[in-house]
T-cell receptor, first 116, second 111 residues
Framework: GAGVSQSPSNKVTEKGKDVELRCDPISGHTALYWYRQSLGQGLEFLIYFQGNSAPDKSGLPSDRFSAERTGGSVSTLTIQRTQQEDSAVYLC??????????????FGEGSRLTVL | GQQVMQIPQYQHVQEGEDFTTYCNSSTTLSNIQWYKQRPGGHPVFLIQLVKSGEVKKQKRLTFQFGEAKKNSSLHITATQTTDVGTYFCAGRIGSARQLTFGSGTQLTVLP
């Protein structure tokens, strides 16, 4: 497709289980971001990938969170041993990465995670 | 922690009234972007400002970037029900590559 694709759109899991969220960015976009949005709240930065550079992991809230980006395209966000406070919408965005990363972000529809 | 503050958090206006949301950073921003998120939707890019004191207009929307590049505003003239949603500012702090989003202003337009 032409836009950022995320899956699953909804995920309900039990506390303590691991989850994987997938993001397929716009073709050719070198920059990829993960944000988390709790109900009615703003966007919390998690991690940023730019080309072959080391990712900026400064926003990951704990070592239970990790992300990888294979082949400079698809990214997977993994949350281990999920907790109830992990419940949120996880948004992925990509951008062209040009002009020093100053371009607009194109967001996916998000993955809504509910931890019971 | 949150370094880009946005006020107000909520705003209710009658259709036809004006609306303004303000964004403030404790540190200089290399640029600022504005996004709109409709209820149940994802953020959609509106505009980017880069220069100190820059002003840009999109129909009824006016965006400003402060002289010190630490604050910005979005003003909507004569709101319409289609303006309903949450407006976020987002800035790159210093040389950071990632965007820091403000907490957003949720706009409700009463018909």
């Amino acid at each position: 497709g032409a836009g950022v694709s995320q899956s699953p759109s909804n995920k309900v899991t039990e506390k303590g289980k691991d989850v994987e969220l997938r993001c397929d960015p716009i073709s050719g976009h070198t920059a990829l971001y993960w944000y988390r949005q709790s109900l009615g709240q703003g966007l919390e930065f998690l991690i940023y990938f730019q080309g072959n550079s080391a990712p900026d992991k400064s926003g990951l809230p704990s070592d239970r969170f990790s992300a990888e980006r294979t082949g400079g395209s698809v990214s997977t966000l993994t949350i281990q041993r999920t907790q109830q406070e992990d419940s949120a919408v996880y948004l992925c965005a990509s951008s062209s990465g040009l002009a020093g990363g100053a371009g607009e972000l194109f967001f996916g529809e998000g993955s809504r995670l509910t931890v019971l | 922690g949150q370094q880009v503050m946005q006020i107000p958090q909520y705003q209710h206006v009658q259709e036809g009234e004006d609306f303004t949301t303000y964004c403030n950073s404790s540190t200089t921003l290399s640029n600022i972007q504005w996004y709109k998120q409709r209820p149940g939707g994802h953020p959609v890019f509106l505009i980017q400002l880069v220069k100190s004191g820059e002003v840009k207009k999109q129909k009824r929307l006016t965006f400003q970037f402060g002289e010190a590049k630490k604050n910005s505003s979005l003003h909507i003239t004569a709101t319409q029900t289609t303006d309903v949603g949450t407006y976020f500012c987002a800035g790159r702090i210093g040389s950071a590559r990632q965007l820091t989003f403000g907490s957003g202003t949720q706009l409700t337009v009463l018909p």
